[in-house]
């Protein structure tokens, strides 16, 4: 079936020290979507990606989606304990009607 | 605008009763879905529905029915509870193009004794 898989499961960084969380699915995305969730709290929309090769940067983070768009990357530069939480990816696919499938997320601690 | 609302925010069920977790949105979205979050996992969709009287069945769905007669709200049924569903549930909604911003309500913590 489709999936979107996301690796790694968990990160612990050094505050300072910089993150990568890297998302792959098993076919094409139209667009894909990287949410954060703060423990005990709910996804929170953070970005889209929607074209081939496409970087943006908010901040810190720097999101890319795949030449291929089958695969995308959420990199954290100088972690903060702010930074604390659940990174999930999600994708609607192109043969479905805009359904999201996530991936099951990396979580990254930060120690100060 | 309030966003994604639910209620409750808590709730314990006994084996077997059935309940019904409410969402509503205000931002007129067609579409809204219903994921359930385990422990350590990520969401998995239950239902979701592109419209009002539209609905279709995601990855879970067995032990759950909904209904959409309003763009509104998107109530999710559990016909008789069993200790798998407890979990926490997410009610979110967005616009229909797939390529809007997807919102998510505050949840439903669940405990099924």
């Known amino acids: 079936g489709q999936q979107v898989m996301q690796i790694p499961q968990y990160q612990h960084v050094q505050e300072g020290e910089d993150f990568t969380t890297y998302c792959n699915s098993s076919?094409?995305?139209?667009?894909i979507q990287w949410y954060k969730q703060r423990p005990g709290g709910h996804p929170v929309f953070l970005i889209q990606?929607?074209?081939?090769?496409e970087v943006k940067k908010q901040k810190r983070l720097t999101f890319q989606f795949g030449e291929a768009k089958k695969n995308s990357s959420l990199h954290i530069t100088a972690t903060q304990t702010t930074d604390v939480g659940t990174y999930f990816c999600?994708?609607?696919?192109?043969?479905?009607?805009?359904?999201?499938?996530f991936g099951d997320g990396t979580t990254l601690t930060v120690k100060p | 605008n309030a966003g994604v609302t639910q209620t409750p925010k808590f709730q314990v069920l006994k084996t077997g009763q059935s309940m019904t977790l409410q969402c509503a949105q205000d931002?007129?979205?067609?579409?809204m879905s219903w994921y359930r979050q385990d422990p350590g996992m990520g969401l998995r969709l239950i239902h979701y529905?592109?419209?009002?009287?539209?609905?279709d069945q995601g990855e879970v769905p067995n032990g759950y029915n909904v209904s959409r007669s309003t763009t509104e709200d998107f109530p999710l049924r559990l016909l008789s509870a069993a200790p798998s569903q407890t979990s926490v549930y997410f009610c979110a909604s967005r616009g229909l193009s797939g390529q809007e911003t997807q919102y998510f309500g505050p949840g439903t913590r669940l405990l099924v004794l």
């Open positions: 076919t094409t995305l139209s667009n």
């Open positions: 990606l929607v074209k081939s090769g």
């Open positions: 931002m007129n979205h067609e579409y």
């Open positions: 999600a994708g609607p696919y192109n043969t479905n009607a805009g359904k999201s499938t």
């Open positions: 529905s592109v419209g009002a009287g539209i609905t």
